[in-house]
């Protein structure tokens, strides 16, 4: 089944959870080099604060490392015990210092992640199943307590590296030390540009969208349901499941449009049909709670049609010709003519999204993405190239590479923006060395039995 591989990246740390009625005796026997003769009794293995550890916990974590194909047999169970603790400790913690994830946050994560496991696997029952679940009410509050846990992981380990700054001073301190023959070397890179061409949704189409909108709001005020409404018409997968719904605040990340006509609205009133970037929404508010408020909405996207697509395609061709007949340069045909505002204004230039320069190494492209530039010469622009977002929505884009970096021992004054990530992540790796040393002496921790004989990184057993 192709769709598993595809769905363990998706679900992630899910699995060690989900993984419970999964055989684990071979994970047992297989993977124990530090307890040979451990006996298979489920029982709590450690405490951090409020937070229990169970032996099959383990099994569990083993279960998923070697489902997405990494080798264990290296890997102890004391090894595994300690990553644990520092989730544990994390989560814990986060319940100290008062972060707060609303049910709607992991609502929302939760049937974003069910939606593309329901796609995967083909209907939730088979979903449950394939998680060894009773039934879709235990699965699903499983996964939610999971996911909240995960959440609370990722906000207080972010809290502590959002605290980290570095100065210039401190990243020519950190590249100063490194001995010559120990500088690190980065790949041949290149700098690339886009034009991208959406293509122009008829009138027609838009009225008609908008036509259907205005039919829902008036059944709806004749006695139908919002919520049937929205789980048949909606195109917001992310929230089809729950009719719709959401709960929101004047700093939730949603565009603009939205969130103006979500808080112009009285309690039970629903908006007319308006347009953001994702398409054409109506908008009905259910409660009003102090600053937030509880709606539901429906989203249609128009549809493109074969004629629209051929237009796309020829106005991007036609932009090529002028570029390449010397009529307009790349950067000035991306200002005034891609549908792309993001790299608009910079003359189309790409923005590599892990490190944040513009510099794309080759050995680390995106399959995708190498194939359509890795054989384009400098200056060279590439013909239309279709691209289809996860969403649906197709455009066409324009490449070019404008600029070429051969392999090279790294450079202070070429490579700072890679020598600043790099003397950043030694920064935040000591500040989260300094938290665990901190935290580890103020809270509750017990290891259990043969756990207790552990060799950790982390001072868990408190012995300094």
Same mark, same amino acid.
């Given at each position: 089944?192709?769709?598993?591989?595809?769905?363990?990246?998706?679900?992630?740390?899910?699995?060690?959870?989900?993984?419970?009625?999964?055989?684990?005796?071979?994970?047992?026997?297989?993977?124990?080099?530090?307890?040979?003769?451990?006996?298979?009794?489920?029982?709590?293995?450690?405490?951090?604060?409020?937070?229990?550890?169970?032996?099959?916990?383990?099994?569990?974590?083993?279960?998923?490392?070697?489902?997405?194909?990494?080798?264990?047999?290296?890997?102890?169970?004391?090894?595994?015990?300690?990553?644990?603790?520092?989730?544990?400790?994390?989560?814990?913690?986060?319940?100290?210092?008062?972060?707060?994830?609303?049910?709607?946050?992991?609502?929302?994560?939760?049937?974003?992640?069910?939606?593309?496991?329901? !796609?995967?696997?083909? $209907?939730?029952?088979? +979903?449950?199943?394939? =998680? %060894? /679940?009773?039934?879709? @009410?235990?699965?699903? &509050?499983?996964?939610?307590?999971?996911?909240?846990?995960?959440?609370?992981?990722?906000?207080?380990?972010?809290?502590?590296?959002? !605290?980290?700054?570095? $100065?210039?001073?401190? +990243?020519?301190?950190? =590249? %100063? /030390?490194?001995?010559? @023959?120990?500088?690190? &070397?980065?790949?041949?890179?290149?700098?690339?540009?886009?034009?991208?061409?959406?293509?122009?949704?008829?009138?027609?189409?838009?009225?008609?969208?908008?036509?259907?909108?205005?039919?829902?709001?008036?059944?709806?005020?004749?006695?139908?349901?919002?919520?049937?409404?929205?789980?048949?018409?909606?195109?917001?997968?992310?929230?089809?499941?729950?009719?719709?719904?959401?709960?929101?605040?004047?700093?939730?990340?949603?565009?603009?449009?939205?969130?103006?006509?979500?808080?112009?609205?009285?309690?039970?009133?629903?908006?007319?049909?308006?347009?953001?970037?994702?398409?054409?929404?109506?908008?009905?508010?259910?409660?009003?709670?102090?600053?937030?408020?509880?709606?539901?909405?429906?989203?249609?996207?128009?549809?493109?049609?074969?004629?629209?697509?051929?237009?796309?395609?020829?106005?991007?061709?036609?932009?090529?010709?002028?570029?390449?007949?010397?009529?307009?340069?790349?950067?000035?045909?991306?200002?005034?003519?891609?549908?792309?505002?993001?790299?608009?204004?910079?003359?189309?230039?790409?923005?590599?999204?892990?490190?944040?320069?513009?510099?794309?190494?080759?050995?680390?492209?995106?399959?995708?993405?190498?194939?359509?530039?890795?054989?384009?010469?400098?200056?060279?622009?590439?013909?239309?190239?279709?691209?289809?977002?996860?969403?649906?929505?197709?455009?066409?884009?324009?490449?070019?590479?404008?600029?070429?970096?051969?392999?090279?021992?790294?450079?202070?004054?070429?490579?700072?923006?890679?020598?600043?990530?790099?003397?950043?992540?030694?920064?935040?790796?000591?500040?989260?060395?300094?938290?665990?040393?901190?935290?580890?002496?103020?809270?509750?921790?017990?290891?259990?039995?043969?756990?207790?004989?552990?060799?950790?990184?982390?001072?868990?057993?408190?012995?300094?």
């Amino acid at each position: 089944m192709k769709f598993i591989s595809k769905l363990i990246l998706v679900v992630g740390i899910l699995m060690p959870m989900f993984a419970g009625a999964q055989d684990t005796t071979d994970v047992a026997q297989n993977t124990e080099p530090v307890f040979q003769k451990r006996q298979k009794v489920d029982g709590i293995i450690a405490t951090i604060g409020d937070y229990l550890i169970l032996d099959s916990d383990i099994d569990k974590a083993y279960l998923e490392i070697k489902s997405q194909g990494a080798d264990i047999s290296a890997i102890t169970r004391c090894q595994l015990l300690g990553k644990l603790m520092e989730d544990k400790l994390y989560a814990h913690q986060a319940i100290q210092d008062s972060i707060v994830i609303q049910d709607s946050q992991v609502r929302e994560k939760m049937n974003k992640q069910l939606d593309y496991m329901v !796609e995967q696997l083909g $209907t939730i029952d088979k +979903v449950v199943s394939y =998680f %060894n /679940k009773d039934n879709e @009410e235990d699965f699903r &509050s499983e996964m939610f307590e999971v996911l909240k846990t995960n959440m609370l992981v990722e906000q207080e380990r972010d809290k502590i590296i959002d !605290e980290v700054k570095i $100065t210039p001073e401190e +990243v020519r301190t950190f =590249f %100063n /030390k490194i001995p010559k @023959e120990e500088l690190p &070397s980065f790949g041949a890179e290149m700098e690339v540009s886009q034009i991208v061409v959406e293509p122009k949704v008829s009138q027609a189409e838009t009225d008609k969208v908008i036509r259907k909108l205005k039919e829902i709001k008036k059944e709806v005020q004749d006695g139908a349901s919002f919520f049937g409404k929205a789980v048949l018409y909606t195109d917001d997968k992310g929230s089809s499941s729950t009719g719709g719904f959401y709960k929101i605040n004047r700093k939730t990340q949603f565009v603009k449009e939205f969130k103006d006509v979500a808080f112009s609205l009285g309690e039970g009133e629903i908006s007319e049909p308006f347009a953001s970037e994702f398409g054409y929404h109506i908008i009905m508010v259910e409660k009003i709670r102090g600053q937030e408020v509880e709606l539901r909405h429906i989203l249609m996207v128009p549809k493109v049609s074969e004629s629209d697509m051929r237009e796309a395609k020829e106005k991007a061709a036609l932009i090529k010709k002028r570029i390449d007949d010397g009529e307009i340069s790349f950067a000035d045909a991306a200002r005034t003519m891609s549908d792309e505002k993001e790299t608009r204004a910079n003359g189309g230039i790409l923005i590599n999204p892990k490190t944040q320069d513009t510099r794309f190494e080759l050995n680390k492209l995106d399959p995708a993405f190498g194939r359509d530039v890795t054989n384009l010469k400098n200056n060279e622009v590439s013909n239309p190239i279709l691209e289809t977002e996860p969403s649906g929505k197709k455009k066409y884009k324009l490449l070019t590479v404008t600029n070429r970096y051969e392999e090279h021992t790294a450079d202070y004054a070429k490579d700072y923006t890679k020598i600043k990530a790099l003397a950043l992540k030694e920064k935040q790796l000591r500040a989260i060395g300094k938290w665990f040393d901190d935290k580890i002496k103020d809270t509750y921790i017990k290891i259990n039995g043969e756990y207790s004989a552990c060799e950790f990184t982390n001072d868990w057993l408190k012995k300094k």
